[in-house]
């Protein structure tokens, strides 16, 4: 619109209060700048006799404050572009080294070097170690650690800043152990230059480019190393929790009658960007995201993950409704739900539900917030993965050879919550048939440690658990049932008992690993038990296998258990009874509660069914009473 309608007439007047409303919307369509609006309402201010002169400075005071939101939205637009172009080819990598591989190979375009790689601190030691590289050309690059202080990783770990060189061998400044040195000088690094990677004020590692040539590296390039730096630091806390970042910025310039509206819409989504993005950069939890949003958006929030469970919930107090509310002469919704996705993968859905109609723009806002909400969910897996690695990685310490440092394994254990002091533990050597890889039943006892305060790890071809508890064979139990649930397949579990050390293991581990390899020779797959629970029979046959065991129990009492299931007699109950009371036929009718006579029936059959009285000889009744052990070793605990 920039007809002559819209133009003061050349007395200085500003014309008609339709010529003034329409040259604030050209100057608002036209992006022009704000000081047009400021003349326009100074002519209108100081002119006589302006027809509603009140309106016409309101109006110019309203396209005043939604030009100054469109700047600020341009501003914020820009910002988020140039994030997503130095993000765009990050997000798509799944793991953690290949995320840092591309961050390498990145800044080695860029900067046009030789050889880029990326450096962790050790958090035990505090030394560097190598993590990634591009452009190597031998192996010893790839492996040096330096100490804090010593040469240019040292250095800027050390002391938190920039440090590049011309000639690193030949630099007085730099303390460089011989190792490194020469690995360097193998390598053939001449210049170099490395920037810290920080978390806050920590230092956790420094990015590092080099060449094989002397090289003076500027300001500029020294500026762009640190911004991948800083980045690089972000992806490595926030591994894959980007893969679901897009720009989400929506057209908001549409000028219409209702200036009010139009300012609504931009607060409200200025409002969302300003309390959603310190979220993730905070690292918020779910709950803390959910009452975000309910404060938001003025009403109830829930977050559901693929099978409908609530992750995170927050009742909000009820809103006001703004001017876009139900404007469109039809019943508005008052609930939205929509997907929560990182790329291809769906992690759920958010759904805010209120009593006041749900605008457009508010269902954008939404939209933003579930992209938030991908972002928070990756970041909670990705730390609980890492949890699962710390878990393992401290339980097969404590499983190795030689005696761990008791306040080593303190410190880490009370990091993890767990192997709290006084708190009796319960060690499970476990496994599954051949038919499910050992990994998945690794998996599944890292999920029931992490619910339990526990550990979990794979030693020795088995799945082993530390788990808090005073009762082994009930925990063994435990184990086995919840694990051969999640795996489809029976799980057998033998445990040890409990004792208030975490520290040394190796005793609770040959027991538990004893009482599985008893339950796998007794054919008791599936079920769970202690060494004491196996009695004494169990012990002795810890080298038979499942056959020989069933062998000796067919030989010896086979016939009674055919007779009984044939006839459905009760010979081997009577038999049972005449040995617990001593071989003595009364004490027997009285635990059968039965006649004597009776009893006297009964063995007088067996006599029959086994060929002769020999059964009751002391060679012939040790033989019966040990295969009457074996037969109540091989019977499962929950029969």
């Not at 995320?99 to 030394?127: C, F, K, Q, S, W």
């Not at 004020?201 to 762009?224: C, K, M, W, Y």
């Not at 002469?329 to 109609?357: D, M, N, Q, W």
Request: glycine residues 10%; proline residues 5%.
């Amino acid at each position: 619109m920039t007809g002559s309608a819209a133009r003061p007439d050349r007395t200085g007047r500003p014309g008609t209060p339709a010529d003034v409303l329409t040259r604030l919307l050209d100057v608002l369509a036209d992006e022009r700048p704000v000081a047009e609006i400021d003349a326009l309402a100074t002519r209108v201010r100081n002119a006589p006799d302006v027809p509603d002169r009140h309106v016409l400075l309101t109006a110019a005071e309203d396209a005043r404050r939604i030009r100054h939101l469109l700047a600020q939205r341009e501003r914020r637009e820009a910002e988020m572009q140039a994030l997503y172009e130095t993000a765009r080819d990050l997000t798509s990598l799944r793991d953690v080294d290949g995320t840092l591989h591309a961050i390498v190979d990145r800044v080695r375009r860029l900067l046009r070097a030789d050889l880029t790689y990326i450096a962790l601190v050790d958090e035990e030691t505090g030394d560097a170690y190598m993590r990634v590289t591009s452009g190597a050309r031998t192996a010893p690059i790839e492996t040096v650690r330096q100490r804090p202080g010593m040469g240019i990783g040292g250095r800027v770990i050390e002391t938190g800043q920039a440090v590049a060189t011309a000639d690193y061998l030949a630099d007085p400044r730099l303390t460089l152990s011989p190792a490194v040195a020469a690995a360097v000088r193998e390598e053939g690094i001449v210049g170099i230059v490395g920037v810290p990677m920080r978390l806050g004020s920590r230092v956790i590692g420094a990015l590092f480019a080099a060449d094989r040539r002397r090289r003076t590296f500027d300001q500029a390039e020294i500026a762009l190393l640190s911004s991948l730096a800083d980045h690089a630091s972000v992806v490595m806390e926030n591994a894959r929790l980007f893969a679901g970042m897009r720009a989400s910025t929506r057209e908001l310039r549409e000028v219409n009658s209702r200036l009010s509206e139009q300012r609504h819409v931009l607060e409200r989504a200025s409002a969302a960007h300003e309390q959603l993005m310190p979220l993730v950069l905070t690292r918020a939890d779910l709950v803390q995201f959910a009452e975000t949003v309910s404060r938001l958006l003025g009403g109830s929030v829930e977050l559901l993950d693929t099978d409908a469970r609530v992750l995170a919930a927050a009742a909000g107090p009820r809103p006001v409704p703004g001017p876009a509310d139900g404007e469109d002469g039809g019943p508005a919704p008052r609930s939205a739900v929509v997907r929560v996705r990182a790329g291809k993968e769906t992690f759920g859905s958010l759904r805010l539900t209120r009593a006041t109609p749900i605008s457009e723009a508010e269902t954008r806002t939404l939209e933003r917030a579930a992209q938030t909400a991908a972002l928070l969910v990756l970041m909670e897996r990705q730390t609980a993965l890492l949890e699962e690695e710390l878990r393992a990685e401290l339980l097969d310490d404590l499983l190795a050879d030689g005696t761990p440092d008791p306040d080593v394994v303190h410190r880490r254990a009370e990091r993890l919550g767990v192997l709290r002091p006084g708190e009796p533990q319960v060690l499970v050597v476990c496994s599954a048939g051949t038919e499910v890889p050992l990994s998945s039943v690794l998996a599944a006892a890292a999920g029931l440690a992490g619910r339990s305060r526990g550990l979990a790890s794979e030693h020795g071809g088995s799945v082993v658990l530390l788990l808090p508890g005073t009762d082994g064979g009930s925990t063994a139990r435990t184990v086995a049932a919840e694990l051969g649930r999640a795996v489809g397949v029976a799980v057998t579990a033998g445990a040890s008992g409990s004792a208030e050390t975490g520290t040394d293991l190796h005793p609770l581990h040959r027991e538990a690993a004893r009482s599985h390899r008893l339950l796998l020779a007794l054919g008791r797959e599936g079920d769970g038990a202690t060494l004491q629970e196996l009695g004494i029979v169990g012990q002795l046959l810890e080298g038979a296998n499942p056959g020989q065991v069933q062998g000796v129990v067919d030989r010896v009492l086979g016939p009674l258990l055919a007779y009984d299931a044939e006839n459905s007699a009760a010979l081997f109950g009577t038999v049972e009874a005449y040995f617990a009371s001593g071989q003595s036929p009364p004490e027997a009718a009285r635990r059968l509660r039965v006649h004597v006579n009776t009893v006297y029936q009964r063995l007088e059959r067996v006599d029959r069914v086994l060929g002769g009285t020999g059964w009751r000889e002391p060679q012939g009744a040790l033989e019966v009473q040990m295969a009457l052990q074996l037969y109540r070793a091989t019977v499962r605990s929950d029969r």
